[in-house]
């Protein structure tokens, strides 16, 4: 049974830092592609930062140079440190994993597993 459990989020004023984890158990962490996505009330889900198998990454324009996306192979966690946030960074994060996966894609129907979210709110 694969499970991805998110934690670290949480309410920070405008330029804070915040670091979320992402705990992934019940399969070859090291195989997956894995992703950072986030959702605010009534917009679509979007990636925000992807991390293929082997370790390249990308990011979505807005939060470049801002976010880091990582992961540790050893503790199978995803982290997504996320520096001089803004009030428009609000929103609820979920990470994901897809397998079989080389290059990650930011769709999230390619996604084969979700965590449940991690609340992030961003004040002015």
């Known amino acids: 049974q694969v499970q991805l459990v998110e934690s670290g989020g949480g309410s920070v004023q405008a330029v804070g830092s915040l670091r979320l984890s992402c705990a992934a158990s019940?399969?070859?962490?090291?195989?997956?592609?894995m992703a950072w996505f986030r959702q605010a009330p009534g917009k679509e889900r979007e990636a925000v930062a992807t991390?293929?198998?082997?370790?390249?990454?990308m990011y979505a324009d807005s939060v470049e140079g801002r976010f880091t996306i990582s992961k540790d192979n050893a503790k199978n966690t995803l982290y997504l440190q996320m520096n001089s946030l803004k009030p428009e960074d609000t929103a609820m994060y979920y990470c994901a994993a897809e397998e079989p996966c080389v290059v990650a894609g930011t769709a999230p129907s390619v996604y084969n597993y979700w965590g449940q979210g991690t609340q992030v709110t961003v004040s002015s």
């Open positions: 991390i293929d198998s082997d370790g390249p990454t």
């Open positions: 019940g399969y070859t962490y090291s195989h997956y592609c």
